[in-house]
């Protein structure tokens, strides 16, 4: 929807201006590569790209996440349960791949080359895309053994402790 094709425009536009870093020139470009703030520059650009990327493709899977109906005879989507958690699965893993190479590459920036009146913004932006890379692989474990007990035809007992109970176990 609208929010897919705003991911797709901002993933154009960062790539272009990934472009534009690349091809200065030749000689300059040699140049330039030895300025630490370029490096920090493209690194920035391209961990952008990076989340931009996994924006797309999490609005994807949402699509995917509303088709499923859940309920007690189990999962109702429109293509087989096993081809939807592998879809799911493969969608979760490229947002996690995504998402960890835009945490390797700003971690890589030194925040002294950011200009002061940014360094507070990239700092936040910096423990967002950490704080994402956590909550992203938690979820996954926690997915994958979801994914694990609906794989087969089994039976399930599920058990819900309340401890606001007069007697909680």
């Given amino acids: 929807g609208l929010a897919q094709s705003q991911f ?3 993933l154009a536009q ?3 201006a990934q472009t534009d ?3 200065s020139g030749g000689v300059l470009q040699s140049i330039l590569d030895l300025i630490p703030q370029k490096q920090d520059a493209e690194s920035i ?3 952008t790209a990076d989340m931009t990327q996994a924006g797309i493709v999490l609005t994807q899977t949402y699509e995917l996440i509303n088709s499923v109906n859940f309920s007690a005879q189990g999962l109702k989507v429109g293509v087989s349960n096993e ?3 592998d879809i799911f699965s493969n969608k979760l893993k490229s947002v996690q791949e995504l998402v960890h190479s835009a945490n390797e590459k700003l971690s890589s920036v030194s925040e ?3 200009p002061g009146d940014h360094r507070l913004a990239f700092l936040q932006a910096k423990d967002v895309v950490n704080m994402t890379t956590k909550t992203l692989d938690n979820f996954s474990e926690v997915y994958y053994l979801f994914a694990e007990l609906l794989d087969n035809q089994k039976n399930i007992l599920v058990f819900f402790q309340n401890n606001n109970e007069l007697r909680a176990t």
């Fill in 8 to 10: 797709a425009q901002a």
């Fill in 14 to 16: 960062f790539q272009k």
């Fill in 83 to 85: 081809e939807s958690l």
């Fill in 21 to 23: 870093l690349n091809t």
């Fill in 112 to 114: 002294s080359n950011i």
């Fill in 45 to 47: 650009v391209s961990a």
